[in-house]
T-cell receptor, first 117, second 114 residues
Framework: AQKVTQAQTEISVVEKEDVTLDCVYE???????LFWYKQPPSGELVFLIRRNSFDEQNEISGRYSWNFQKSTSSFNFTITASQVVDSAVYFCALSGMIKAAGNKLTFGGGTRVLVKP | DVKVTQSSRYLVKRTGEKVFLECVQD?????MFWYRQDPGLGLRLIYF???????EKGDIPEGYSVSREKKERFSLILESASTNQTSMYLCASSSAGQGPETQYFGPGTRLLVL
């Protein structure tokens, strides 16, 4: 069975501070994909990144960066110089490669980030 | 841009009513999904469909059914709504690639069952 754990339920920071969201996963698949989504107050989940298990390079996109550590089964997400618009719930998700399963996503419980001005 | 729309943003129903939640996507995606979101539990998969008229149970299908008569439309049905089905319902769609394709989500429907 697959499992995704986001231990931090809520993080509060002041604008311009960096914030790191932890994501730890469990899977028996040797090949899998990891995702991060953002859910702003409007409710719609916005796709941020998809990473496959063979690619352990860290990735940076603007103020966002991701640190994938296969050895510790973690896929952490850092927002640098946070802004009020970053306030949202962030979800980490995991998908195996079993096509018959319809590429089902297993989500973590989410981390609410509150950025104060 | 991928567009996934859901018929209602907010819905209030009474216990025992039959409830229909509609989802439409405009990207010709093969896969469509229904999730429910509850605080602290993240999103949990109710049902998904990988083709017209095809459906598979997710993790929590009890009390729900689905219908996919056309490729772009995926309906979630609560046969007899109960208060424990009060939740946020999210629809998603994805293409059918070689590996897990990115799922794109609609804005969600907040359902309150009284």
């Amino acid at each position: 069975a697959q499992k995704v754990t986001q231990a931090q339920t809520e993080i509060s920071v002041v604008e311009k501070e960096d914030v790191t969201l932890d994501c730890v996963y469990e899977t028996r698949d040797t090949t899998y994909y990891l995702f991060w989504y953002k859910q702003p107050p409007s409710g719609e989940l916005v796709f941020l990144i998809r990473r496959n298990s063979f690619d352990e390079q860290n990735e940076i996109s603007g103020r966002y960066s991701w640190n994938f550590q296969k050895s510790t089964s973690s896929f952490n997400f850092t927002i640098t110089a946070s802004q009020v618009v970053d306030s949202a719930v962030y979800f980490c998700a995991l998908s195996g490669m079993i096509k018959a399963a319809g590429n089902k996503l297993t989500f973590g419980g989410g981390t609410r980030v509150l950025v104060k001005p | 841009d991928v567009k996934v729309t859901q018929s209602s943003r907010y819905l209030v129903k009474r216990t025992g009513e039959k409830v229909f939640l509609e989802c439409v996507q405009d990207m010709d995606h093969e896969n469509m999904f229904w999730y429910r979101q509850d605080p602290g539990l993240g999103l949990r998969l109710i049902y998904f469909s990988y083709d017209v008229k095809m459906k598979e149970k997710g993790d929590i299908p009890e009390g729900y059914s689905v219908s996919r008569e056309k490729k772009e439309r995926f309906s979630l049905i609560l046969e007899s709504a109960s208060t424990n089905q009060t939740s946020m319902y999210l629809c998603a769609s994805s293409s059918a690639g070689q590996g897990p394709e990115t799922q794109y989500f609609g804005p969600g429907t907040r359902l309150l069952v009284l």
